[in-house]
């Protein structure tokens, strides 16, 4: 059977407009054909007419305040009904109860119903983005981008055109660029075409929405000055390619300096098709003036981004500098071929969806192991660094790890054994590497709440790759949450079975 998880590259710019700061968002299913083969989809909109995928892309400015109410029209039984929605990126600070992750932060929002997300970009600017967070639904198609703008932006002079943007999901048959693409043996739609002007620098956004591959992604016969690394600024770097994986962001400058003429813009699978014959795993660099016809522009890469070489631009030094950390974790996965199941430090994570961590804390619990899922809930302290080693290898690596809450200072990473405290990049999502990788992240626990880390191959969260980290416990217990949010787990738990079924496909 053919399936299709997605891939999208956005140009933001005006004729590309956003929604938000305040939006509603429409959740529905609706069948979409971006690779030419005809799929149900999970999909968001800001109205039931325009919903589509990828999803609106929200914008705002820093120091904004969002309001963005999810309303679930759910309605195809052969697919999960409920939803939740994850802010990718944002600290949450104060709202925790706004991260979204189901059975951690939240319980699910039921179809019929909604719920307002309302939280603020106080500090923070740059690419982010947004996805289901319920089980494996963002992989049929609930995500989009979401960037905030930064007035002072330090990287301004540096382009022309305001933040066009890109962004990658990808498909066991399919890469799809801005919702386009081609899949062996299918018909020859049209490709994304993104159109520059000759001689004007862009910035593109490229945002790993991937349920799966990681991507090298790259431009024939351009370079790409890389500026911001998942909302954080960074030190000018020039590469001509770069790997991103799932749940990553990079924002890159492309200067368009050269023959007016086509070039193919590439995203290399690290599964499904891994050629880019007939335009697959493709997208279109067209300067205005040029044929209206595929490039014929062949790729030469010789300067690849390495993770090392990325630096922050501002406050470089990892939490704690080169001394040792107040807590330090070895975190250990593990595949079980019997179960089919993954764990960490011999837990496999299920969650809550009923009775969502944060709740059980403020209704009470007052350390990990009285909280749910038994095993795999970790209580960190105020106020102190973390130093967190994830060793490579384990089966599906590499293993993108995502920590919400925060984000965190990479002093060791995959494919290198060279220790960092100095000017580590600062990311919230990190590659694990491979066998004989041993990556290693530095956070200090200043924002209370239940984060969970998880690994971002969606397929991996769903059986069981994840920890939560139960953040100052007494402040999660003092929060003080809107009625809509106490009013979602006994709203799922008293629901009908039936709503919550999802049957076999016939």
């Known amino acids: 059977m053919r399936f299709s998880t997605f891939v999208y590259l956005a140009l933001v710019s005006s004729a590309y407009a956003g929604v938000g700061p305040n939006t509603n968002l429409y959740i529905l299913n609706k069948d979409i054909f971006p690779d030419g083969f005809t799929r149900p989809g999970v999909l968001a909109g800001s109205s039931t007419r325009n919903a589509g995928f990828p999803g609106p892309l929200i914008t705002g400015n820093k120091g904004d305040t969002f309001n963005l109410n999810v309303i679930d029209q759910l309605n195809v039984t052969t697919m999960a009904r409920a939803t939740s929605i994850h802010w990718h990126g944002f600290f949450q600070k104060n709202t925790q109860?706004?991260?979204?992750?189901?059975?951690?932060?939240?319980?699910?929002?039921?179809?019929?119903?909604?719920?307002?997300?309302?939280?603020?970009?106080?500090?923070?600017?740059g690419t982010f983005w947004y996805h289901s967070h319920?089980?494996?639904?963002?992989?049929?198609?609930?995500?989009?981008?979401?960037?905030?703008?930064?007035?002072?932006?330090?990287h301004k002079s540096r382009y022309h055109v305001p933040a066009p943007s890109a962004g990658l999901v990808p498909t066991p048959d399919a890469t799809l660029i801005n919702g386009r693409g081609r899949y062996i043996a299918g018909p020859t739609v049209p490709l994304t075409v993104i159109s520059v002007i000759p001689n004007k620098r862009y910035r593109f956004r490229i945002v790993a929405i991937s349920c799966d591959p990681n991507y090298i992604f790259s431009i024939d016969n351009h370079s790409l000055t890389?500026?911001?690394?998942?909302?954080?600024?960074?030190?000018?770097?020039?590469?001509?390619?770069?790997?991103?994986?799932?749940?990553?962001?990079?924002?890159?400058?492309?200067?368009?300096?050269?023959?007016?003429?086509?070039?193919?813009?590439?995203?290399?699978?690290?599964?499904?098709?891994?050629?880019?014959?007939?335009?697959?795993?493709?997208?279109?660099?067209?300067?205005?003036?040029?044929?209206?016809?595929?490039p014929v522009t062949t790729s030469v890469l010789t300067n690849p981004m390495l993770e090392i070489n990325l630096h922050p631009l501002s406050n470089p030094t990892a939490p704690g500098s080169s001394a040792p950390a107040d807590v330090a974790l070895n975190l250990a996965i593990a595949f079980d071929f019997t179960t089919a199941r993954f764990s960490v430090n011999g837990a496999s994570f299920t969650p809550p969806n009923n009775l969502a961590v944060m709740l059980q804390i403020m209704s009470g619990a007052t350390s990990a192991s009285s909280l749910l899922p038994a095993g795999s809930i970790y209580e960190l302290p105020p106020n102190k660094v973390i130093e967190l080693s994830i060793p490579g290898g384990a089966v599906g690596a590499p293993h993108p790890?995502?920590?919400?809450?925060?984000?965190?200072?990479?002093?060791?990473?995959?494919?290198?054994?060279?220790?960092n405290y100095n000017n580590p990049v600062q990311r919230d999502v990190v590659s694990t590497g491979i066998a004989g990788d041993n990556v290693t992240i530095r956070f200090k626990t200043d924002n209370a709440g239940p984060w969970i880390l998880h690994c971002h191959i969606d397929w991996h969260l769903e059986i069981g790759l994840a920890v939560v980290f139960a953040e100052n416990i007494p402040s999660i217990a003092t929060v003080d949450a809107p009625v809509a949010w106490d009013n979602l787990c006994p709203l799922y738990e008293a629901a009908d079975p039936l709503l919550l079924q999802i049957d076999p496909v016939v």
């Not at 049929?140 to 930064?150: H, M, P």
């Not at 050269?258 to 995203?267: E, L, P, S, T």
């Open 401 to 419: 790890f995502h920590l919400h809450g925060h984000i965190f200072s990479v002093v060791r990473s995959a494919g290198s054994a060279v220790y």
């Open 226 to 294: 890389i500026i911001e690394v998942d909302g954080v600024n960074v030190q000018p770097l020039v590469v001509d390619s770069l790997q991103i994986f799932a749940g990553q962001r990079y924002s890159v400058v492309l200067n368009a300096n050269q023959a007016v003429n086509n070039y193919w813009i590439r995203a290399l699978s690290s599964a499904g098709p891994t050629v880019f014959d007939g335009g697959l795993n493709s997208a279109i660099l067209r300067y205005f003036g040029a044929a209206n016809v595929d």
């Open 134 to 154: 319920l089980s494996t639904q963002y992989c049929d198609g609930l995500r989009g981008a979401f960037v905030v703008y930064d007035p002072n932006d330090p």
């Open 97 to 125: 109860f706004m991260d979204g992750p189901s059975g951690v932060t939240q319980c699910p929002i039921l179809p019929g119903n909604s719920f307002l997300y309302k939280f603020s970009a106080a500090g923070q600017a």
